[in-house]
């Protein structure tokens, strides 16, 4: 197969939704059908013992949510399918809105019987922000919930986007029979598995055949359902999709799966191939011959056995290729990388080579941060992976002074994540972390002692908001930091950072200070 036509059969996409939506389920369900998995694991459950596959890590498992990104790449059907499963809870928010830049398409999914969420607005509006294509997945339809009209309703006005389902539920409930597939205009009728994928029945809409299987009644009402849904919804386009202006609907039940099929079929086929990236200096296609790709995540143990660290790579453009020195731009140097891993989640295997879409897993010893560029000689760099300024804050001391050197290896690569940040205080030289999310603390404090054997405790500090600064006029920076001593830090990089006590106080600094400017985001 040739290099243009690998690119197109690529589908790199990130399902994004509120926490307890069914975003890791339904992951489960897309590697069951893909046969990626032979059988899919449970989010929360007792008899299931096989957790969710993209929930590895230790914490998952125990708690029932995903904390991480995980990436997930499999063949189906000829296509080279790549699934990011996100992140729901808004303390993780940060992941999610990197793990955004790396994909080409989103699916959003949504509780039938909870309809649009917090979380849900506040990722779809980083979604618009970028104009990437949508397509929703309404489930838990096999439980009581809104009518499917109100529900559609409720997706335009919440997340500003036009609608057109492409499935069309049978009920609700105890009463749900299966969808009705407005994209290749059949009907399948399933029966609930939670662990087999059923072949539906092919049965036209308008024939005898169709009241037979799900009962007169059941039958008139999907018919008129069907005329009205024609009626006030315009045909689907694709163009309008692929500009993120209009957003597919399917309904189903992932646990169950109900609709994941029709799903699946029409996201392969109408879902956009690897798309142009923006750098600094041009636009980059993926078509181009050399090499490029950026690092919009890094994980500490992925295998906790070997203390290894793995650097995402989003490739960009040209054909990554094994043993083959690239540039690692931010820091000029060449480097190889003798085994590059494709993903399962936590499992790995070692590939040869790799086309734009594809998600890299490089091994890294320190050498990467997040929105590094690697390329093949061009000093590049990619836009858009900013690390925000923390609104939590707590100083991190050691409870064991036997293991030190454990928990600064450990603070050192936990804070590389990008998910949590670091900053010294360079008045008393303590070290505070500084989080989007409270449940960081948590996550940090317990993998902490469980991968690295350290134990630590939080003291808590009130500051109002970490900011970087820099200015063009050196004297008037210096006389800054001097005045504010007590309040300056650096970060892991070395960066000026003020940590403001309060709104007020920020001001007051921003107003006295003309000159130095105030950075909220790290990409400046």
Same mark, same amino acid.
């Given at each position: 197969?040739?290099? %243009? ?25 897309? +590697? ?32 029932? %949510? ?9 063949? #189906? ?22 793990? +955004? ?15 649009? &969420? ?24 096999? $439980? ?78 999907? $018919? ?28 189903? !039940? ?40 950026? %690092? ?25 290729? $094994? ?25 790995? !295997? ?8 594809? %998600?890299?897993? +490089? ?88 991968? #690295? ?5 939080? /003291? ?13 006029? &050196?004297?008037?920076? /210096? ?37 130095? $400017? ?7």
């Amino acid at each position: 197969m040739g290099f %243009i036509e690998e690119i197109k059969r690529r589908r790199t996409f990130a399902i994004i939704s509120h926490p307890d939506a069914g975003k890791t389920t339904l992951t489960e369900k897309l +590697l069951l059908f893909g046969g990626a998995i032979h059988v899919a694991g449970a989010v929360k459950s007792n008899k299931i013992k096989k957790t969710a596959t993209s929930d590895f890590m230790e914490i998952e498992k125990q708690r029932g %949510i995903s904390v991480a990104t995980s990436v997930m790449g499999f063949e #189906y059907d000829g296509y080279k399918v790549n699934i990011l499963d996100t992140p729901g809870h808004q303390d993780f928010a940060e992941d999610t809105f990197r793990t +955004l830049t790396a994909v080409d398409s989103v699916i959003i999914v949504i509780d039938a019987a909870k309809g649009v &969420e917090t979380q849900t607005r506040k990722l779809m509006e980083v979604c618009r922000m970028r104009n990437t294509p949508v397509m929703v997945f309404v489930n838990k339809m096999d $439980r009581p919930c809104n009518d499917p009209f109100d529900i559609l309703d409720e997706v335009e006005k919440e997340l500003h986007i036009k609608v057109r389902p492409l499935s069309w539920p049978i009920g609700n409930g105890e009463l749900f029979k299966g969808v009705y597939n407005l994209y290749e205009k059949n009907l399948y009728l399933f029966q609930a598995s939670k662990q087999t994928v059923e072949e539906g029945q092919d049965i036209d809409i308008n024939s005898d055949e169709l009241d037979k299987q799900i009962g007169e009644r059941a039958a008139t009402q999907l $018919r008129e359902e069907l005329e009205l849904c024609d009626g006030v919804y315009p045909e689907f386009n694709v163009d309008d999709y692929l500009k993120g202006e209009v957003a597919p609907v399917f309904f189903g !039940s992932a646990l169950n799966n109900f609709g994941v099929r029709e799903l699946l079929h029409c996201f392969l086929r109408i879902a956009p191939q690897p798309q142009p990236s923006k750098s600094e200096a041009r636009i980059v296609n993926p078509e181009e011959e050399k090499f490029s790709g950026f %690092i919009f995540k890094i994980h500490a143990n992925m295998d906790p056995n070997h203390r290894n660290r793995i650097a995402f790579c989003k490739v960009c453009s040209g054909k990554f290729e $094994r043993n083959k020195a690239y540039k690692h731009v931010q820091l000029g140097k060449e480097l190889k990388f003798s085994s590059p891993t494709a993903f399962m989640a936590d499992k790995k !295997s070692i590939i040869d080579e790799a086309y734009p879409g594809d %998600i890299v897993g +490089l091994p890294d010893s320190g050498n990467f941060k997040i929105g590094d560029s690697i390329s093949e000689g061009e000093n590049i760099q990619f836009k858009g992976l900013p690390s925000f300024s923390p609104e939590l804050f707590r100083y991190i001391d050691n409870d064991d002074p036997m293991k030190a050197k454990q928990l600064a290896k450990g603070i050192d690569q936990l804070m590389d994540e990008g998910v949590a940040q670091l900053f010294v205080n360079q008045f008393n030289n303590r070290k505070i972390i500084g989080t989007v999310g409270a449940l960081q603390f948590e996550v940090i404090q317990y993998r902490l002692l469980h991968e #690295y054997g350290a134990s630590c405790r939080y /003291e808590a500090i009130s500051l109002y908001k970490a900011c970087w600064i820099d200015s063009d006029d &050196e004297a008037e920076l /210096e006389e800054f930091k001097k005045r504010k001593v007590q309040y300056m830090a650096k970060d892991k990089w070395g960066r000026d950072v003020f940590l403001a006590e309060s709104g007020y106080m920020l001001q007051m600094a921003q107003e006295g200070f003309k000159k130095v $400017r105030f950075h909220f985001t790290s990409e400046f």
